[in-house]
């Protein structure tokens, strides 16, 4: 499963930008534009939250106080368009985990919460038995003996087929999880990820079996 964001901007373009890159990097993202809206999305369950201070209702340090005082103990990474110490240790003091000075890369971003998601624990990784686990943090298999890393695509994919073990997962469904919207993917790429997975999987000492049903989709034994 991938980690949930929720990331709370009211530039609507930077909030579209991130939400892009952000669903490309395999981050499962909804957005909010205010402090009133975050607060009323922070009910859903959620692993970790992008948060701009200067919002048009609220400040961000009070939304995020609101946060911890219903317990919600998730990481959160202010976004903010000052650099001032004043401001980093007041975010810190309102409960804030990170800060990321505006303007930003977003791989900074997420090189960020992928190090917050880590502390914090983040999602609990799925298992796949063998002692192997699916970390969204660090986008790879952890096995008793290391790691062996995925590429974005071949995550999606195995968090996708991960949610019905056991049952035949169509290839609509496979496509649409691990490519972003709109993508041409050829008709054989599927299988070529799928291959690539088997021998990944089979290279993290898995013993679970990726079969092709033929002309319908995949199944994780
Ligand atoms: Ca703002």
């Known amino acids: 499963m991938e980690a949930r964001l929720l990331v709370v901007e009211d530039d609507h373009g930077l909030r579209d930008v991130l939400a892009r890159a952000l669903r490309e990097e395999g981050f499962e993202v909804r957005t909010a534009s205010d402090g009133r809206s975050a607060l009323l999305s922070a009910q859903q369950p959620v692993d970790a939250v992008v948060l701009d201070i200067g919002l048009p209702d609220a400040d961000g340090r009070d939304v995020c106080a609101a946060l911890r005082a219903r ?56 298992s796949l038995g063998d002692g192997l686990t699916l970390d969204p943090a660090v986008h790879a298999l952890r096995a008793p003996g290391g790691t062996v890393p995925l590429s974005p695509t071949e995550f999606r994919l195995l968090a996708c087929l991960l949610r019905a073990p056991g049952t035949v997962v169509r290839r609509r469904e496979l496509l649409r999880a691990a490519w972003p919207d709109g993508a041409i993917v050829a008709d054989n790429t599927l299988d070529q990820y799928a291959a690539k997975l088997r021998r990944k999987l089979a290279e993290a000492g898995s013993t679970r079996r990726l079969s092709a049903v033929r002309g319908v989709g995949y199944r994780l034994g």
């Open 71 to 126: 317990e919600v103990t998730v990481p959160v990474i202010f976004l903010t368009a000052r650099d001032g110490v004043t401001d980093r240790l007041s975010g810190f003091s309102a409960g804030g985990d990170d800060y990321l000075a505006k303007p930003f890369h977003v791989a900074e971003l997420v090189a960020r919460l992928r190090a917050v998601l880590r502390r914090s624990g983040g999602v609990p990784p799925p």
